[in-house]
């Protein structure tokens, strides 16, 4: 499947009223632990790409990200597992991946004409909005169609950030 998704910083406090005002659905809170993990054959850093076990309410989920495929959002191909999460971990340290961080965050989610909105809370990062469609279809339209929809709370395609959570938080520690 491919994720396509855009994700910019945003006071949720702003974005909370504005979706209620156009009619979204709220779908839940979650606490989202995820952990990352490297690759003993190749940096996956360097290559764009990612592998970590994301746990939510007791569950956990192995999900591989390939390299973004374009160059003003996160669009990519995923494939996810749901899988026992400290089994799953020492698998991956078994075949000598390593863990590259962990990334702590609530989730507040909303559906809306068939994308989710995620109001992020990271910590030690502040506030998100990310918006996704999956499909593996019309990928250049429903880029276009979640910028459209950013619009609506004075996001623009300028605003957009490509890296990851964990990038941010990998350049927050070695800026300290």
């Not at 192995?62 to 996160?74: A, F």
């Not at 698998?91 to 109001?119: D, H, P, W, Y």
């Not at 459209?148 to 395609?157: S, V």
Request: one cysteine or more; aromatic letters at 8%.
């Amino acid at each position: 499947m491919i994720e396509i998704e855009v994700k910019a910083r945003a006071s949720h406090r702003f974005l909370r009223k504005k979706l209620a005002d156009i009619g979204a659905k709220p779908v839940g809170v979650q606490k989202h632990v995820d952990t990352y993990f490297n690759s003993p054959l190749r940096d996956f850093s360097t290559t764009d790409e990612a592998l970590r076990i994301r746990s939510v309410n007791g569950k956990s989920v192995l999900t591989y990200k390939g390299k973004k495929i374009d160059s003003v959002s996160k669009t990519r191909q995923e494939f996810e597992t749901e899988v026992d999460g400290e089994s799953a971990k020492k698998i991956l340290v078994a075949l000598g991946f390593f863990e590259s961080g962990v990334v702590i965050k609530k989730r507040e989610i909303f559906s809306f004409q068939g994308m989710t909105v995620a109001l992020d809370s990271v910590e030690r990062l502040g506030e998100f909005i990310e918006v996704e469609i999956q499909d593996n279809c019309n990928i250049e339209s429903h880029r276009e169609e979640i910028f459209r929809f950013l619009e609506i709370f004075g996001i623009c395609q300028e605003d957009s950030i490509r890296k990851s959570y964990l990038e941010m938080i990998l350049e927050e520690n070695r800026t300290k």
